[in-house]
T-cell receptor
Framework: DAGVIQSPRHEVTEMGQEVTLRCKPI?????LFWYRQTMMRGLELLIY????????DSGMPEDRFSAKMPNASFSTLKIQPSEPRDSAVYFC???????????FGQGTRLTVV | GIQVEQSPPDLILQEGANSTLRCNFS?????LQWFHQNPWGQLINLFY???GTKQNGRLSATTVATERYSLLYISSSQTTDSGVYFC????????????FGKGTKLSVIP
């Protein structure tokens, strides 16, 4: 398997623009996570899906953030409108189910100017 | 939520030296993973080790769940071992997310 695949790897956008990050989990994995990494706060969970259903989005910072998982092989994280403080590395991860090993994608480095 | 503390925060080693990284956690866990974040930012799985001991080449890890800590051993360190090592745990009761420690930044110098 190719592992968790994220796109784009890098994104530079202007404040106020919409940003969409994409993730393809490992085939057969039922759990999908979006994390954000910043220097100040480290790695934080944004949202967790199980069997394509959002289970907990309490980590989503604001209404400007939304995530979807229309099928088992694809998820998106959208920021609209983007702000400079959203600049971070966004990771997608998947696991077979709860309490099993999680695998991370290579991340998307987002810069909002 | 669960607290995860890693030590030391920074470590500088001469190539060939051995080291031990520690992870303490504040509650019972049913998932513990060690990751290496390389200089390109990629999070690489090292061990899935909620309990017991595992070895993979020059690396080994031990988790003593009853005492709420885990150790990562690096032997004969190489410059390619440089990066940040994260411990992440999933609390046993009512949680499904990995909570990460702040990491240990390792620099191996030639």
């Amino acid at each position: 398997d190719a592992g968790v695949i994220q796109s784009p790897r890098h994104e530079v956008t202007e404040m106020g623009q919409e940003v969409t990050l994409r993730c393809k989990p490992i085939s057969g994995h039922n759990s999908l996570f979006w994390y954000r990494q910043t220097m100040m706060r480290g790695l934080e969970l944004l949202i967790y899906f199980n069997n394509n259903v959002p289970i907990d989005d309490s980590g989503m910072p604001e209404d400007r953030f939304s995530a979807k998982m229309p099928n088992a092989s694809f998820s998106t994280l959208k920021i609209q409108p983007s702000e400079p403080r959203d600049s971070a590395v966004y990771f997608c991860a998947s696991s077979q189910r709860r309490n099993t090993e999680a695998f991370f994608g290579q991340g998307t480095r987002l810069t909002v100017v | 939520g669960i607290q995860v503390e890693q030590s030391p925060p920074d470590l500088i080693l001469q190539e060939g030296a051995n080291s031990t990284l520690r992870c303490n956690f504040s509650d019972s866990v049913n998932n513990l993973q060690w990751f290496h974040q390389n200089p390109w930012g990629q999070l690489i799985n090292l061990f899935y080790i909620p309990s017991g001991t595992k070895q993979n080449g020059r690396l080994s890890a031990t988790t003593v769940a009853t005492e709420r800590y885990s150790l990562l051993y690096i032997s004969s360190s190489q410059t390619t071992d440089s990066g940040v090592y994260f411990c992440a745990v999933e609390r046993k009761a009512g949680s499904y997310q990995l909570t990460f420690g702040k990491g240990t930044k390792l620099s191996v110098i030639p």
